[in-house]
């Protein structure tokens, strides 16, 4: 059930790159901004970085304004949202009725797969190396929406590549299987408090995450590549990788970025 009160449905067939559906969203549609309405949207890393840097933000004051906390409890790690307006409608801060939405080109990764959703079937390890074969996708059809009348056809894979998410997906591969991976841990294993403030610093706040890296011990009490650490000082991507791999050797003894003991103490948000 979406927030403005019509019914959403997630239609049983699992789709591959090469499946097709018939979809268009325009602003001659009747329904045009409808499904901004009510929404619960997860933000991911990328989306992050490209949202605050559009709205000419630090990533510390995007995730005050803009997200909400929360524990995904099925990973046991800590997940933003989109924070939306408090008006009747729920609606997301930046759509307006006629003009739609006002930073498009910076839309949420969630945006740009709508109608489809994403699933992964397990965690398997050549998801690492980026080959999702795991990966299926579905349509998600709203009582209101009127874009699977229109007649323009796509397959999952041209959807995908048209709406940029293929890219966003590739920048986000590390988060998704920190996320998969801790979802196939027994649920009896937590993680500690500092480990979940470890994964929202690498994640989310980005800009805090750097200064950890570079006014901390961290580049002292870890053997990172000096070319890596020159691009990680001013590339955002490269920086979010970076971090992505590091959680997955603190967590899962996995990857290159190791040393012996604790590693140095995330700063308190």
């Known amino acids: ?74 990973a046991d790690l800590p997940v933003v949202t989109l924070k939306l307006l408090d008006d009747e409608r729920k609606s997301c801060p930046f759509v307006q009725d006629e003009e ?5 080109e910076d839309r949420p990764s969630t ?10 079937l397990s965690y398997t390890s050549d998801q690492e190396a980026g080959e999702d074969d795991d990966a299926f996708f579905f349509t998600v059809k709203e009582e209101h929406c009127l874009g699977f009348e229109e007649d323009e056809q ?41 480990s979940k403030q470890m994964f929202f610093l690498a994640c989310y706040n980005i800009d805090k995450f750097r200064k950890f890296i570079f006014e901390s011990t961290f580049l002292k009490r870890y053997k990172v590549d000096p070319k890596v650490v020159e691009e990680i000082r001013t590339d955002d991507i490269k920086l979010l990788q970076f971090g992505f791999e590091w959680l997955k050797a603190t967590f899962f003894k996995d990857g290159e970025i190791m040393q012996p003991g604790q590693p140095p103490r995330p700063p308190q948000k």
């Open 1 to 74: 059930m979406s927030g403005n009160g019509s019914e959403s449905e997630v239609l049983p067939v699992q789709m591959g790159y090469e499946s097709k559906f018939k979809f268009k969203c325009h602003k001659g549609v009747e329904c045009f901004t409808k499904c901004c309405r009510g929404i619960d949207i997860m933000l991911t890393p990328y989306d992050i970085l490209t949202m605050r840097k559009r709205l000419d933000l630090t990533s510390e004051q995007f995730l005050s304004i803009y997200t909400d906390l929360h524990l995904l409890e099925s």
């Open 100 to 104: 739609g939405c006002l930073i498009y």
């Open 111 to 120: 945006c740009r797969y709508y109608p489809l959703g994403m699933g992964s």
């Open 154 to 194: 796509w397959t999952v894979a041209q959807w995908r590549e048209d709406q940029g998410v293929d890219i966003r997906d590739e920048v986000n591969a590390g988060w998704t299987n920190l996320i998969v991976r801790k979802k196939s841990v027994p649920k009896t294993i937590k993680l500690s408090e500092q």
